[in-house]
């Protein structure tokens, strides 16, 4: 392992989230032995991309992405080089994320991470996506989990099957978001015997998110010059330019840096703003208007309002190495980029994938991006509307909902009796 800020290296003892003996706020990151990636065959799931993955398990049921050269998509923007990789539900295609998102690809990594030793509870905290596909992963391999979301977005806990008891489902109260879910996260990590699964700072969900880097990059055989991805963490784009990294390294791809498209859903754009004021510090926002703007998004998943954009390896320098933008789309582009998605490539995609599809549509009209650039899309979510229509759901409930500042003793008591 490596702490980005010191350049340090140190043993990887298992389960790190932080530099040991650092004061400084910095991401790890993983080095592996091969420099060179072997990709293995579908049948391995996600851990075709293992080299490149902090596991020390495989856990069964994964589905890796897939990248394809766009046909329709391409024709309808005039872009002669546009490859999707596609992280959800289209067996068609070769994937079969069975929870529709590429929170899977997280999931995964970070429950192979896990040994089975860990005897803790894994803490998640989540505006939807992220609790569906760990629900799911931890429940088919009876790892224990406690899930907190806001009380408004649990109608994205949907699966074909009921979910294992060894998964529990607590709520911020309706009217909260995602950073009231992560506050109350943080109380539970903090008992005995709960462990934080870490979000970006753990390097298992990151280098999970990198394999939709990996998987365009073997496919097509070089690095895209161009990478678009919707936003609400950016640890996504964190991953990718990463794994951008790797690559160049592993010598067979080229040596560019791809530039990062990310976007975000207006009008909820914190790190937007940072970044149009060229500000390594998030700008303050009043909680309360951050709520409100929330509320109005339709890309709910993309509502984070503590990123880790400052952090020393984090989506500023990310961004201040590789090049590119924060690019904005509202919902009404986002649902016309949808519909258009659906009709020229032929299957449904997420509200946020829908923004990033937006802002490309958008950097092709202003030429942002020329006809003949290398350009990857990322389609974080998709294949939902398909995969409900073909299957029974069921729905996970809350066993609690607290207060949006609940009181942490309370929390403590009344989550320590659900194991």
Known sequence: MKSVKTGREFKDEGWMLDAPGEAEPTLIRAI?????????????????????????RMLEGS?????????????????????????????????????????????????????????????????????????????????????CVPEDNISALWFDAPINDCVKLICSKSGSDYFDAIHLSN??????????????????????????????????????????????????????????????????????????????????????????????????????????????????VLSNRKPPYPVAGGLYDAMKDAGGDVLLASNQQAAEAGKLFLESEGNDIHPASAIATATLIDAVKNKTVKKDDLIMLNITGGGEAKFKAENDLFFLKPEIVFDINPNEEEVKEKVEKLF
Request: proline share 3%; with cysteine; glycine share 8%.
């Open 63 to 147: 589905s890796a992405p897939v990248t394809y050269k766009s046909q329709g998509l391409a024709k309808e923007l005039g872009l002669e080089n546009l490859w999707i990789t596609f992280s959800g539900y289209w067996p068609e295609k070769g994937t079969n994320m069975k929870t529709a998102s590429f929170k899977e690809t997280e999931a995964y990594s970070v429950g192979g991470r896990m040994t089975e030793d860990m005897n803790q509870v894994l803490v998640v905290a989540s505006a939807g996506n992220t609790s569906r596909a760990f629900a799911r992963v931890c429940s088919e391999n009876n790892i224990p989990l406690i899930i």
């Open 187 to 300: 109380i539970v990590a903090g008992m005995e015997g709960f462990v934080a699964e870490g979000g970006a700072k753990n390097v298992a969900r990151r280098d999970g998110m990198a394999t939709t880097m990996l998987s365009a990059t073997t496919t097509i055989g070089e690095i895209p010059d161009y990478y678009f991805q919707a936003i609400g963490s950016g640890t996504g784009a964190i991953a990718a330019w990463e794994a951008n990294l790797r690559l160049i390294e592993d010598g067979r791809f080229g040596n560019k840096k791809m530039k990062l498209m990310v976007s975000q859903n207006s009008p909820f754009t914190p790190i937007h703003d940072a970044w149009k004021a060229d500000s390594r510090a998030m700008l303050s926002l009043d909680d309360n208007l951050a709520r409100e703007q929330v509320e109005k998004i339709v890309a709910k």
């Open 32 to 56: 592996y032995d091969k420099k060179q990636i072997d990709v293995k065959d579908d049948s391995w799931g996600l851990y075709k991309f293992a080299d490149w993955l902090p596991i020390g």
